[in-house]
């Protein structure tokens, strides 16, 4: 399982710690991961992730997830965002 979130696609960034005397030490800067249920109203069911937390407060502020993606492009969204929206623009459509 990568460290990549979801919905945003937030990664992995590699980078420096520098000391005072300028030494230089190679780190990875992990993202905020945390395994989450989020209920989508369109499908009715509630549906698992894996996302960053910063994209939970995205998500919130957009007004839910289904909100949420319909706005994302698909480049930053999983195989299964991907897929999960494809299924609530399917459904939104029929109704």
């Known amino acids: 399982m990568s460290r990549r979130c979801e919905l945003t696609g937030k990664a992995v960034l590699v980078g420096n710690l520098v000391s005072h005397s300028n030494h230089k030490t190679k780190t990875r800067f992990l993202p905020n991961l ?28 957009r007004g839910g997830l289904d909100a949420f993606l319909l706005k994302a492009s698909d480049t930053q969204l999983s195989i299964g965002a991907r897929a999960l929206k494809r299924e609530i623009t399917k459904k939104q459509a029929t109704a």
């Open 34 to 61: 945390v395994k989450v249920t989020l209920s989508s109203e369109t499908l009715g069911r509630s549906v698992r992730l894996r996302v960053a937390t910063a994209a939970l407060r995205s998500v919130e502020h």
